[in-house]
């Protein structure tokens, strides 16, 4: 099965779109002509529709899932190519992320991960580039440093941001919260330059800019000390939680489990390849229309497409101001998430920032292929920006920007010009959250929006994904038997 | 609603057995006469059972619970008493216990939480009473003095427990795992008693006791390992996940939610008060019949119950062997946890270890009544274990243990003479894991066994029932389809 997103390149084939994935479920439709209507019409089939189909579906509900791509799992899908998994998007699950770890304890699949990361060989090394040249530390001296220096940087409050966030899971933004997401992490700069060495500073940037895919100036600080609450306010915490664990399978061996298990009900109808064109509310009834002309009716309605593109869709009634008005400003995160194959066998311990004059700012070996070589991820963003299809010998030569490698194939998905994403996970731009992050969890009518772009815990996460299509999934259920008993 | 478990005892009242709790559910049974045939029996109501049975109930399964106890919840239920709740058992909740933090989101009650902690005024210190006398800490120090104690305590591998168990969620047992679960703390302590000072052994040995309820000598040195793994191998971790957020309206706000909406769904039949005598598995039914002798019949069971009560049980056939060893053998947990509202306003700061001398070993200010009385928690074992309910007035003298205070109220559950627990949560002894623990977990013909005991990741918390439960629900239901399909 393969999907027409992402892209694959080597020296022999060149660079070619599209490449496999078991998320392309076949038959791409299962929908009979006779079915039009439904209990519920779930629209995405990323991890929050997924969550949202199965979880209706299981129940006992008539469920519709309609996805525009060709393949279930949004913004996290993983491609197979000879034996090996790249993960195109959301890749990392941990324990410490509750919704997602039910999941994979439900699943049974806790003994299915793998660590990214081996410091055992090589250049078992830490390598900071800048435009000044290379320094080379070990592991242990990177540690020192990035905790030194995110502490530093979340230390508002003599308690390295423990006082300030101690609830990171709340539904709700405290007033400390909303004055921390008006400022931006330039401004945060601001407040420590003077406490920061050289180093320290090049190695917050570099964090904040993997975990943002923005710029210092439209990065949130709330956003981020949100993160680093959520990891439990000590950099182990966010290495465990953010980069650490991945599915040795990938990614869509997790997400198609959803989704049969969803199908396994009999109560699941999808059609994949079938983006929405327009949702019409009526008093009773949700049309649902594709682009191709199909209409669907519906009880209710789960909205399951990420901020960016629910402009694409035309709602009637429109969306609500709050929610219009943040759909229209956005999320910020463009990140570029590139991977190689490389032919040197003792890169696979490395970890490198390069920046600020990189357009890929933080790489590390990322495991080890079946042919023996070395699978190296990196990351890069707003800063530098770059589409990695539209250049392959300059995206190449970016990753030398951490050190020397030879590079014999390339995997990427471009989200920034994809059309069902308008971006990479999300990350706000300084006070969209503090104007609008209620408004955006909240129904309207009877479409209910399920997002990891609002949900409360791990916003941008899969684990934010689960959270929301499990939300919007109990409260269509609260809601049908609360209208049986009026 | 008054439930028969517990005990309360004030001086106008003297001691009362009996104590309010929302978990008695009115009616205590909902089975029309007309229902003896369901697809699954449930038998036990604790979280493993109230997850098993509202997943198999949305699942469009006929369930029946049956529960011997006048209440839901098992070993977690609290009381309100006066306004104020006091929580019998499993007590704190984190989210980084996957399970249970799934169900608060998805409950919408994660703002429903409080610290327990209140570290503000009065005596705002932790109180180390031995034989030789009390001294008395910051409760910085006592974070030092912990810290330094159970990272010497925990660290097998110059890394505080790091390589030693990296996935403590893992449903298998390592070699290495099973060598530490085949020494004892005792055993352990003998390897680093040169290594502690005097007041770094009464810390680790009382906060051991604290977790396990039994001896040095009886507690499995690999399930403390596992807690601190679990906890991510740090003190402020072992806090956090064990013993700070706790739910405002008490655990028993929390378990109806799970009741109410399995009831909700219809497809629900339970009773209370209705301990189960036997359970014959035949080759396509199973006849659950109860001490009153009714007998009910299902496709399936799923048994809740907890290690120390399955032999209350006849199963024809017997329990396979290692199950039954295991039962047998029993955990070891005899925690005694009770509480005090005192007048001393200025103990709710307070911290306290008080060992080896005394009957309850750890016990600290969790929160302020409506009275502005101060309440305190108070933990003693299998040291030095007394009932107590036997000598109030010896109770209330193990609380001057820790220091001077004016006892207006106590309020407890003795697990011990508690037919339906035997014990507190789960604590094994060395070897019980080692040797049975996959043993435990597998089903036996058509019948599940759920219980937090027998958990892979939080095992003796809530969280790890939840996790049984919900494996529970979805064996029961792969297993039906599967057999749909032969």
Same mark, same amino acid.
């Given at each position: 099965?393969?999907s027409?997103?992402? &892209? ?5 084939d ?6 496999p994935?078991?998320?392309?479920i ?15 019409i ?10 949202a ?5 299981v ?7 309609l996805?525009?791509?060709d ?16 993960e195109?998007?959301g ?21 299915e991960?793998?660590?990214s ?19 080379s ?15 530093k ?18 539904a709700h ?15 945060r ?7 920061l ?7 917050v ?25 959520l ?5 182990e915490g966010?290495?465990?939680h ?9 990614q ?6 959803? &989704?049969?298990?969803?199908?396994a ?14 949702? !019409? ?9 594709t682009?191709?002309?199909?209409a669907f ?7 399951a497409?990420?901020?960016?593109v629910?402009?694409n ?13 943040a ?5 910020v ?6 991977h ?24 590390f070996g990322?495991g !080890? ?5 070395t ?21 190449i ?11 014999e194939?390339v995997?990427f ?5 994809d059309?069902?994403?308008?971006g ?6 300084p ?9 955006l969890?909240a129904r309207?009518?009877n ?15 899969i ?5 929301e ?9 609260a809601?049908?038997i ?5």
């Open positions: 099965m393969t027409k997103d992402g &892209f694959s390149w080597t020296k022999a060149g660079l070619r779109p599209g490449i994935c078991i998320g392309a076949q038959p791409s439709s299962n929908i009979k002509s006779t079915d039009t209507e439904f209990d519920v779930v629209v995405g089939a990323g991890y929050a529709g997924l969550t189909a199965r979880d209706t579906s129940a006992g509900l008539k469920v519709l899932l996805e525009a791509r393949r279930i799992g949004g913004r996290s899908w993983s491609s197979n190519i000879d034996g090996y998994p790249y195109m998007g890749t990392w699950v941990y324990w410490g992320q509750a919704t997602i770890w039910r999941e994979i304890a439900r699943y049974g699949m806790q003994d991960l793998e660590s990361y081996d410091f055992s060989r090589g250049i078992n090394r830490f390598l900071l580039a800048s435009a000044e040249g290379t320094q530390f070990t592991h242990d001296e990177e540690n020192a440093l990035m905790k030194t220096c995110l502490s940087f979340f230390n508002v409050d003599g308690k390295d941001g423990r006082d300030a966030l101690p609830m990171p899971h709340s933004l405290t007033p400390s919260d909303r004055r921390f997401d008006n400022m931006s992490v330039a401004d700069l601001v407040e420590i330059q003077h406490n060495t050289p180093n320290e500073r090049l190695c940037e570099g964090f904040v800019l993997l975990c943002s895919g923005a710029t210092l100036a439209t990065t949130s600080f709330y956003e981020m000390l949100h993160w680093w609450a990891s439990g306010h000590t950099y966010c290495i465990n953010l980069v650490r664990f991945k599915f040795r399978g990938g869509s061996s997790f997400a198609v489990r959803f &989704f049969e298990e969803a199908l009900t009999g109560n699941l109808s999808y059609a994949l390849s079938q983006p929405v064109a327009s949702v !019409e509310d009526g008093a009773h009834k949700i049309t649902v229309t682009r191709s002309g199909q009716i519906a009880k209710y309605m789960i909205s497409m990420p901020l960016n629910l402009s869709v035309a709602f009637n009634p429109p969306l609500k101001e709050g929610k219009a008005t759909a229209k400003i956005g999320h995160n463009q990140t570029i998430k590139v190689a194959e490389i032919l040197d066998r003792d890169l696979r311990s490395f970890t490198g920032i390069s920046y600020s004059h990189n357009g890929l700012i933080y790489g990322d !080890e292929t079946p042919a023996g070589n699978h190296v991820v990196a990351f890069g963003g707003q800063h530098k920006h770059f589409h990695p299809e539209d250049d392959i010998n300059r995206t030569s970016e990753f030398q920007g951490f050190t020397p490698m030879h590079v194939r995997v998905h471009n989200w920034s010009r059309e069902f994403a308008k990479a996970w999300f990350f706000p731009a006070g969209l959250l503090a104007s609008h992050f209620e408004e969890r309207q009518g479409i209910f929006f399920a997002s990891s772009d609002w949900a409360s815990g791990w916003r941008s996460f684990d934010g994904a689960i959270e299509g499990t939300r919007a999934a109990a409260n269509v259920r809601d049908m609360g209208q049986s008993k009026n």
